[in-house]
């Protein structure tokens, strides 16, 4: 089955600690996304990838690092200096034309202690 | 300005009853245009493409002004299924940058009553 996984499903961090999260999809698209959602918010776009080797910074990019090294896989890292990195994380993936639809992963639920 | 603007709700509807959300996107050059549906703890899923004529899939009906820069929902025949919130999401623009970038509206919340 084609699709966007991402692990873990939930993930708990002490303060002061990096985590990666993972994004793999098989849907053979170019354009990949990094968003965050706090509870009762929207969707705000940290990071974005259109062609392997290359990413753009999106709205909240601050504490937060990527890489697109395979066009199947972008995990995103959420580092120390994320001041408040407890959110619910998805990932999502597009053909790279502008009229694509986005496709989400289950997404990854982070809480720091 | 907010790229996607959309009215949160909630809105609370019997079942059966018809409903509609709207959403003005800022863009001009916006170029593809969708409804998602999120449900609570769960990740959005594709409802529907819009698309300038408008169509309709099913109880579901979505229309698109490109004039006023604004996009509806209507939902026929509400069922208890439904409940969930609805995002208005739109697609391209002008730049290498910002073509490819999906704006999503914050949503607007649908609760289905017995």
């Known amino acids: 089955d084609g699709g966007i996984t991402q692990s873990p499903k939930y993930l708990f961090r002490k303060e002061g600690q990096n985590v990666t999260l993972s994004c793999e999809q098989n849907?053979?698209?170019?354009?990949m996304y990094w968003y965050r959602q706090d509870p009762g918010q929207g969707l705000r776009l940290i990071y974005y990838?259109?062609?392997?080797?290359?990413?753009q910074k999106g709205d909240i990019a601050e504490g937060y690092s990527v890489s697109r090294e395979k066009k199947e896989s972008f995990p995103l890292t959420v580092t120390s200096a994320q001041k408040n990195p407890t959110a619910f994380y998805l990932c999502?993936?597009?053909?790279?034309?502008?009229?694509?639809?986005?496709?989400f992963g289950p997404g990854t639920r982070l809480t720091v202690l | 300005r907010k790229e996607v603007e959309q009215d949160p709700g909630p809105f609370n509807v019997p079942e059966g009853a018809t409903v509609a959300f709207n959403c003005t996107y800022s863009?001009?050059?916006?170029?593809?245009f969708f409804w998602y549906r999120q449900d609570c703890r769960k990740e959005p899923k594709l409802l529907m493409s819009v698309y300038s004529s408008g169509n309709e899939d099913g109880r579901f009906t979505a229309q698109l002004n490109r004039a006023s820069q604004y996009i509806s929902l209507l939902i026929r025949d509400s069922k208890l299924s439904d409940s969930a919130t609805y995002l208005c999401?739109?697609?391209?623009?002008?730049?290498?940058?910002?073509?490819?970038?999906?704006?999503f509206g914050t949503g607007t919340s649908l609760t289905v009553i017995p």
């Open positions: 849907l053979n698209h170019d354009a």
């Open positions: 863009n001009s050059a916006s170029q593809s």
């Open positions: 990838s259109q062609i392997v080797n290359d990413f």
């Open positions: 999502a993936s597009s053909p790279g034309t502008s009229g694509g639809v986005g496709y």
């Open positions: 999401v739109v697609r391209g623009g002008m730049g290498f940058n910002t073509g490819n970038q999906f704006y």
